[in-house]
């Protein structure tokens, strides 16, 4: 055999030694199927790669980081009950035909009626609430059903402190309209907020407003001249925040927020958890979930950190002075 001969004989044989090996290299394929339902905001802010909506942003980019890539081993699933949480049922009932591997929902009502549904597809919660009290997990610590994730307050506490910061930054308000509605008023969340009114000296009414139209509720603000408004930890608030921003700035009222987003809007200040890392967060319980953990076994996260943001530019344009000492408190300043 010639040398030339020899050496093409043995790259061949190489190859096909080789072949086997490399098969076994390769990735399985696998394709996994994961949805996301949103409450309140539009499908539409959902779209693309890096969604408008910025907890669906958050929530994708930690899937990516975690190697999960849309239109190669992922397929996204975007849903929004779109203010009607009635549809929520049938929305879940849909993704249970499709065969989603995981399911991730926001709130309390709607892993409520997922679960209604189907108790064998896995359900993160993204932003939870009250997950033991409503039976949703047996314990925070061992979940022990086909729920599991996140939560977004350690307890009523959080909005309580966040009227105290509203005070202790307009020291001269005595009248806020608390923005939400009838449930947010009534709800543990709420009625910690009054709690606080009555030991601060301050005056809160209800400022009820509608799933999805906060103008009139503005309008009729105009009438009973509140110094301040304490918007209600709400989807439907957070979904319409800029369009409470601008509402606010023309009624010229400062306001409290839940998070960041509405101050990165134009909102004057808010306190609560960053809720784009807890979606990012989302992503790792997704993640577990797809490599075989049990949401039964997988314990819920309490957040531990939040953020005091302060924006500086609509103090100005407010005519409010924000005291130093509130300033130094804040974790961000927007000037």
Known sequence: ???????????????????????????????YRVALILTTSPVGEMTGLDPIHPPTRAFLHGLRALGYVEG?????????????????PEIVAELVRLKV??????????????????????????????????GLVQSLARPGGNVTGLTVTPGPEIEAKRLQLLKEALPNISRVAFLGMKSD??????????????????????????????TQIFA?????????????????NFAHRKAIVNLAAKARL?????????VLAG?????????????????????????GARPAELPVEQPTRFDFVINLKTAKALGVTIPPSVLLRADQVIE
């Open 1 to 31: 055999m010639s040398r030339v001969r020899r050496r093409q004989f043995l790259i061949a044989a190489g190859a096909l030694l080789a072949a086997p090996i490399a098969a076994e290299a390769q990735p399985t394929g696998k394709v």
């Open 254 to 262: 400062p306001g409290t927020y839940q998070t960041q987003e509405f």
């Open 101 to 134: 591997d995981v399911m991730v929902t926001l709130g309390d009502e709607m892993p409520q009626r997922a679960v209604e549904v189907t108790k064998s597809v896995p359900i993160v919660m993204a932003s939870g609430r009250n997950p033991v009290e409503l």
């Open 185 to 214: 008023w009534g709800n543990p969340l709420g009625q910690s907020v009054q709690a606080a009114a009555r030991k601060l000296g301050l005056t809160v009414y209800l400022a009820e407003h509608s799933p999805n139209d906060h």
């Open 72 to 88: 190669q081993n992922l397929i996204f699933e975007r849903r929004s009950a779109e203010g009607k949480p009635e549809r929520t």
């Open 220 to 236: 009729t603000m105009s009438r009973d001249r509140p110094d301040a408004v304490f918007a209600a930890n709400s989807p439907s």
């Open 267 to 291: 909102g004057l200040m808010s306190y609560g958890l960053n809720v784009s890392e807890n979606f990012k967060r989302a992503a790792i319980f997704v993640d577990k979930i797809l490599k």
